[in-house]
């Protein structure tokens, strides 16, 4: 193999024939693909999109790409005629923009067509129940009702994450000792 160069008004010049390095074979990581799940309520008649449920990903709440496209994804949802339920069931990172902002573990806020800009935010601690709440549909429509604590309940149990959780260690972050206490109380209790 030869390089071959050239330069205005001179002749052709052959570099010589150099050596290949010998590269080291690794194997990259599995690349998981990130999907991102939400629910939408629909009329049947029209297909009109009439409740969207989001359940907040790790990456809605770092700062980045993730981020900024779920913002710009509630945004539209809160700019059109489609009522929102978004559940935040995560300790880590910042929590999605609400005014005044209410501190807390975990969140759910329900916004409604008719109620905007208000909406309802139930605010969570580790040591409180999950919401009971309407969840909503059109005007007219029976809204049902909606126990998240009893639905989150069945996932673990039909999961059998007690089998896959080790409760003896710190979850990350971390609790408060004062929490990570209570919570080893609530499991010598069950024993």
């Known amino acids: 193999m030869s390089v ?3 330069q205005p ?17 690794v194997q990259l990581p599995e690349q998981q ?7 939408e309520i629909r ?3 029209t297909g009109n999109v009439v409740t969207v449920i989001e359940i907040i990903s790790p990456k809605n709440k770092q700062s980045g790409e993730g981020r900024n496209q779920y913002l710009s994804k509630r945004a539209k949802v809160l ?4 009522h929102l339920i978004e559940i935040d069931l995560l300790r880590n990172g910042t929590p999605l923009p609400v005014n005044p902002n209410q501190p807390s573990d975990y969140r759910v806020l329900i916004s409604r067509v008719e109620q905007r800009p208000l ?9 409180e129940s999950l919401p009971c709440f309407l969840m909503p549909l059109q005007t007219g429509d029976q809204e049902p009702t909606i126990d998240l604590n009893e639905l989150m309940q069945s996932v673990y149990e039909a999961a059998a994450l007690d089998l ?15 929490d990570y206490q209570w919570v080893q109380h609530l499991l010598s209790e069950k024993k």
């Not at 008004?9 to 074979?25: C, D, I, M």
């Not at 909406?119 to 040591?127: D, E, G, K, T, V």
């Open 4 to 6: 071959v160069q050239r």
């Open 9 to 25: 008004g001179a002749e052709a010049k052959t570099a010589s024939a150099a050596t290949l390095s010998q590269p080291v074979l």
């Open 33 to 39: 693909p990130q999907i991102e799940r939400y629910l």
């Open 43 to 45: 009329e049947v008649a």
């Open 79 to 82: 700019n059109s005629q489609s």
């Open 119 to 127: 909406a309802q935010l139930y605010p969570l601690n580790l040591r």
């Open 164 to 178: 896959s959780i080790d409760y003896q260690q710190q979850p990350k972050p971390s609790l408060s000792e004062e």
